[in-house]
């Protein structure tokens, strides 16, 4: 089965390091960017940064630059969000997502047309 | 604040047509296509329409997407209660070098 299965949900403190996991299965990891879209509670979707675990070439949303890692390991077909001293702010389901690729009249397009369930993190004292 | 801008809610009754707009600009939907995603209560967004106009497999016919300029519209027909939902539209930005979302769109079948 074609899936991404995220890690659990988490509780921590504030100035904690986290890393949350993304696995993808029954298709080529290497050959699909994966990224990570952030929902805070009660709000909408925000883009943070996609991965190529075929070279691990990633690229952030402004807004996430320097607040987030993102990484990959494609030996486990797993790729990592991760924070080095969470916020209180950090609190939010966080989706991980294939990004596939299509061509129509020559023009690449993109979309995200996989995604796991979420991993909710939850950071409070 | 959302770089693509949709309406924060709609409602129709079941059988009715409902449209959800999706504005942006020329960086973002004037330059790429546009992709919306729904997302039932409590579960993860799944792609709904992508490249415009396109849907995937087992996604139903009711749904149609639309683009015009730096604007884009979902078309829902034959609403069903399962409508119920979240929709997103989503494009990429070239200025931002990025996906932008829109704010989301609750659609509410009375």
């Known amino acids: ?125 | 604040q959302s770089v693509l801008t949709q309406p924060p809610s709609a409602s129709g009754t079941p059988g009715q047509r409902v449209t959800i707009s999706c504005s942006g600009s020329s960086s973002n939907i004037g330059s790429n296509t546009v992709n919306w995603y729904q997302q039932l209560p409590g579960t993860a967004p799944k792609l709904l329409i992508y490249s415009h106009n396109q849907r995937p497999s087992g996604v139903p016919d009711r749904f149609s997407g639309s683009k015009s300029g730096t604007s884009a519209s979902l078309a829902i027909s034959g609403l069903q209660s399962e409508d119920e939902a979240d929709y997103y539209c989503a494009a990429w930005d070239d200025s931002l070098n990025g996906w932008v979302f829109g704010g989301g769109t609750k659609l509410t079948v009375l």
């Open chain 1, 1 to 125: 089965e074609v899936q991404l299965v995220q890690s659990g949900a988490e509780v921590k403190k504030p100035g904690e390091s986290l890393k949350i996991s993304c696995k993808g299965s029954g298709y080529s990891f290497t050959s699909y960017w994966i990224g990570w879209v952030r929902q805070m509670p009660g709000k909408g979707l925000e883009w943070m940064g996609i991965i190529y675990p075929g070279d691990s070439d990633t690229r952030y949303s402004p807004s996430f630059q320097g607040q987030v890692t993102i990484s990959a390991d494609k030996s486990i077909s797993t790729a990592y969000l991760q924070w080095s001293s969470l916020k209180a702010s950090d609190t939010a389901m966080y989706y991980c997502a294939r990004q596939s690729r299509g061509i129509a009249a020559a023009v690449n397009y993109w979309y995200f047309d996989l995604w796991g369930r979420g991993t909710l993190v939850t950071v409070s004292s």
